[in-house]
């Protein structure tokens, strides 16, 4: 950080403000949230789902900015013009997945949240349990849930550290007051917390971006030479392609893989089963790609930060870096808080999805409770910071990519469950066993890379790591399938058919 970039008071105090009252708004949603609620029938819950599932009774406004508020985190803000401002066009993966996301949560997630209404279930496990009446397999999906997450939370972590450490403070103190402050917001709130303070999250952060695609252009004398200047800065594209051709695969693999596996997380299905209605989840599907276009914005500060002149060794203080360039130093401790409070909400939605799935899935069954919810959330969390702590990956944006490699083995069971495939659990847990190890191991052997190289018959390329897991995790399954239902001779129906499953 050179000397015309240091922050000053002015940004610490703006920043402090209103990072502080975001969490102390979550922290006591319990106080004023009835005040919002006075009209409404009261319904009974249980403590546990309503600290774990927010009652269920989230209108289409109110998930709207849950989901797009855990769906779009430090994620977006950070990773991904981190990546942009390393790699170029490439970075913008992001904006196809989730496009193509879309119409995959219109099809499907009405149908799993009327399925978890009906039973009364909480988690994606518990959906797997009633439809396969396996214990082994709903603890394949909890754990790959669990740990899926863990890497996602710390991204979101990594995050907030970025913008600590934009403001001057260095050492571990950055990642303890990130840390601490998503601990006690989520231990508080619960999830009403995140999300009556999404629309809070949302506001600062289309105002830190409009800001920035509007002024930051102005700054530096126009798109057209904002896009000169950043070419100078990126490996040549030849014949006027967006990405080099060696790198259309990947790019279209990520996106894919990223698609299937966005609504797969604890966090994102938290949010979905937490929506009142079949039809506010359809409403949402709609109306949620508005968020894309916010994206796509937000991927440009990575060519803005090299028009700028913004020169880090740390690709994720890219966008910190391009703001105190060019804001005053007072708006700039609001898009740091912005940023700040857009890791907070999502993280705190993660770590309450995985508390879910060790309080109902995991440990064995003794009763749920608000303060056991609660210490497992916890646990989550300090989970994350293990993997701040000890995962290197190259870019932060791998951090979610990894996630994304182990949640995918869940597809077969959740999403393939549904159609009438007539699916052995055994078929199921081999499959999932087999593709986690496939793409963990290609993933631990690449350095934490998203990709890897395949040959064959003639054909080169890198494909996404967690599709090339989930493939080997389908052909396993579909084909063991085959197997076991001609050695027992047993019905469709007895092989896909758990108890306690209503036809």
């Not at 610490?12 to 004023?32: D, E, M, N, P, Q």
């Not at 932060?396 to 990894?402: E, G, K």
């Not at 499959?431 to 190289?453: E, Q």
Request: aromatic share 10%.
């Amino acid at each position: 950080m050179n000397a015309s970039t240091l922050p000053d008071n002015a940004a610490i105090g703006v920043f402090v403000l209103c990072f502080v009252a975001t969490i102390v708004l979550g922290s006591t949603v319990r106080l004023w949230r009835p005040f919002l609620n006075r009209r409404k029938t009261a319904t009974r819950h249980t403590a546990d789902e309503e600290w774990g599932l927010g009652g269920r009774e989230f209108g289409a406004w109110v998930t709207w900015f849950l989901v797009g508020g855990d769906f779009y985190t430090a994620y977006t803000v950070i990773a991904v013009p981190a990546l942009v401002y390393s790699t170029g066009g490439f970075g913008f993966f992001a904006l196809p997945y989730t496009i193509i996301v879309y119409p995959f949560i219109f099809a499907v997630m009405p149908r799993l949240w009327t399925i978890a209404r009906d039973g009364g279930h909480a988690t994606a496990a518990d959906i797997v349990r009633a439809r396969f009446g396996s214990r082994t397999l709903e603890l394949a999906v909890a754990l790959s849930g669990l740990i899926a997450v863990l890497p996602y939370i710390a991204l979101q972590l990594i995050g907030i550290r970025t913008v600590i450490e934009a403001l001057g403070f260095t050492g571990m103190l950055p990642l303890l007051i990130a840390f601490v402050s998503l601990a006690a917001y989520t231990w508080l709130g619960g999830l009403h917390a995140p999300a009556l303070t999404a629309f809070i999250k949302d506001v600062m952060i289309y105002i830190a971006v409009l800001a920035a695609v509007i002024i930051v252009p102005i700054h530096l004398g126009g798109y057209g030479a904002m896009f000169h200047a950043a070419a100078q800065h990126l490996p040549p594209v030849p014949d006027g392609r967006i990405v080099p051709q060696g790198q259309t695969v990947p790019y279209a693999t990520l996106a894919l893989s990223s698609a299937f596996a966005a609504f797969l997380y604890p966090h994102t299905l938290t949010g979905i089963l937490a929506a009142k209605s079949a039809d506010t989840i359809r409403q949402n599907a709609v109306f949620l790609p508005v968020y894309t276009i916010v994206l796509g914005l937000i991927a440009l500060l990575g060519l803005m930060a090299h028009a700028a002149g913004i020169v880090t060794t740390s690709s994720s203080q890219v966008v910190p870096q391009l703001f105190l360039a060019i804001f005053p130093s007072w708006f700039a401790g609001f898009c740091f808080a912005a940023i700040a409070v857009g890791a907070l909400v999502p993280a705190s939605v993660m770590a309450i999805g995985a508390a879910n799935l060790i309080m109902h899935n995991i440990l064995p069954r003794h009763g749920e409770s608000v303060t056991g919810s609660r210490l497992a959330g916890f646990g989550v969390k300090i989970g994350a910071l293990v993997c701040v702590v000890f995962l290197n990956a190259k870019f932060a944006i791998d951090l979610q990519l990894l996630g994304g490699v182990i949640i995918l083995q869940t597809f077969p069971a959740l999403i393939m469950g549904l159609l009438p495939l007539r699916l052995p659990a055994p078929a199921l847990i081999a499959g999932w066993v087999i593709g986690s190890f496939t793409g963990l191991g290609l993933c631990w052997m690449d350095g934490l890379k998203p990709v890897h190289p395949i040959a064959f018959a003639g054909f080169s390329a890198s494909v996404s790591t967690g599709l090339l897991g989930l493939a080997v995790n389908i052909v396993v399954t579909l084909a063991l399938g085959s197997v076991i239902r001609l050695a027992l001779g047993a019905s469709p129906s007895t092989l896909r058919v758990g108890p306690g499953v209503r036809r």
